[in-house]
């Protein structure tokens, strides 16, 4: 069962890799070239007066099994494991996992999403963070 409901704002490209019990809640916004697996749950959650939505950006990647509940947002580029259980925003181009969801690293989404609303040319090669180049210290330097 499927449960994405008319009326969700969805950007263009959305693309759901295998369709199957996936569930979005009919208040949360999703971003363009964002990528959904199957059995992801996007939901309303929190306490008393923080209830709220979970919003994606652009060109996230939400791998399957992943639960993603509360008023939190899902940063541009960000790309999420598999099975993990988000409750906390993701800032844009980090890779997280685990129960609770915590920062693998910061390379992004790019090699993860599937671009189905784009030009030829990946609009994250310069917004993603990348992993800082190891110093290189050549013989007879120092």
């Not at 994405?4 to 971003?31: A, C, K, L, M, W």
């Not at 990528?35 to 939901?43: A, C, D, K, L, M």
């Not at 399957?64 to 181009?93: L, Q």
Request: proline share 6%.
């Amino acid at each position: 069962m499927t449960s994405i409901r008319f009326g969700i704002e969805i950007g263009p490209g959305f693309y759901v890799g295998h369709f199957g019990n996936i569930f979005i809640s009919d208040e949360t916004t999703i971003g363009s070239n964002c990528n959904i697996s199957q059995e992801v749950s996007i939901g309303t959650g929190g306490r008393k007066g923080a209830r709220g939505v979970p919003h994606l950006r652009d060109r996230v990647y939400v791998g399957a099994g992943t639960k993603i509940f509360g008023p939190i947002t899902i940063g541009s580029d960000a790309a999420i494991s598999t099975n993990t259980v988000v409750v906390r925003n993701v800032a844009p181009g980090e890779v997280v996992g685990g129960v609770p969801a915590k920062v693998i690293s910061r390379v992004g989404s790019d090699d993860f999403t599937n671009w189905t609303d784009w030009d030829g040319e990946s609009p994250t090669e310069e917004s993603t963070p990348s992993e800082p180049e190891p110093a290189v210290l050549e013989l007879g330097s120092v």
